[in-house]
């Protein structure tokens, strides 16, 4: 999706294909942080929804949640430059301790 440098956001979900033997934590990196970043969406205690603004805030998925989607925002920032349009990516760094499928 599209961001923009005065904070229009994106998100989109990840979700593991199969179910890990033990905890995996998926790591979102952005290639760019001058032009965007990316974290997890929480709930503050009064309802507002509050999105990651650190890049690599990391999902921990396990057996009880491992198909349940966890929503990635990522977030257009402000680099104080008049330079357009720029394209910058967001990769998930996938691990595990024990499984090795992930």
Do not use: R
Request: with cysteine.
């Amino acid at each position: 999706g599209d961001t923009t440098e005065g904070g229009m956001t994106t998100t989109f979900s990840v979700v593991l294909q199969t179910e890990p033997v033990d905890a995996v934590v998926v790591t979102p990196i952005c290639d760019d942080t001058t032009e965007g970043s990316v974290g997890p969406i929480t709930s503050s205690d009064d309802g507002w929804v509050i999105s990651g603004t650190e890049t690599g805030q990391a999902l921990s998925f396990d057996d009880s949640n491992w198909n349940l989607p966890q929503i990635l925002t990522v977030t257009g920032v402000d680099d104080y430059k008049q330079d357009g349009d720029e394209v910058y990516s967001v990769a998930l760094k996938v691990s595990s301790y024990s499984d090795t499928n992930y």
